[in-house]
């Protein structure tokens, strides 16, 4: 009789003990979600505010990676910050771009997908002082491509970069372009004429311009 008294006790007990595991289990796995939503909250927190303050120089130092040595000048000022205008160590800097003039020459396509390669494309002519610019450092027993081509060959000229082909921003010596097998277009120093463009063949191993865009820090 006695063992029938104690069983349902035991009984009474378990069922507390079970009550109260299942009472710590749920709080254990309410307090563990908090701690995993903190954690998630904080996370993200700290992933807004890596990109909001480091990821514009991140990808700036990420651009500086791919150069060697970085040539810079004070260009202005953003609020209190200086601004730097900055051209890869042997790139010449002019307005907002850096120019660099092969070492070989190559046919069009292998100079513009050189030009790619460092992060440029052949140069675009926008001004006749761009142009002024670029002639400078040029030779003049050479021929340079530019990122002028006629792919068709019927005189619907194109710029690398898009840049419309504006009618008072061509400066092809006279009775250039001459001829729709020349599609490419180069810029070169002819005697008395000076220096001006002239439509060649694009499979013409030839110097080029590349141009990209200054990196501003
Ligand atoms: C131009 O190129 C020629 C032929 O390679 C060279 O002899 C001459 O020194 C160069 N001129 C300049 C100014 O670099």
Redesign the pocket.
Known sequence: MEGLHIMPQEGQHQGREKAEWRSQARLWSVAMICIGLLSTCFIVGCVVTYQLTYGKTSTKLSQLHTYSSLTCFSEGTRGAEKVWGCCPGPWMSFGSSCYFISTERKFWAKSEKNCIALGAHLVVINTKAEQNFIIQHL????AYFLGLSDPQGNGDWQWSDKTPYKENIRFWHNNEPNSPDERCATIVSWEKRGWAWNDVVCETNEYSICEMNKIYL
Not at 139 to 142: A, G, M, Q, R
């Open positions: 030779n003049t027993s050479f």
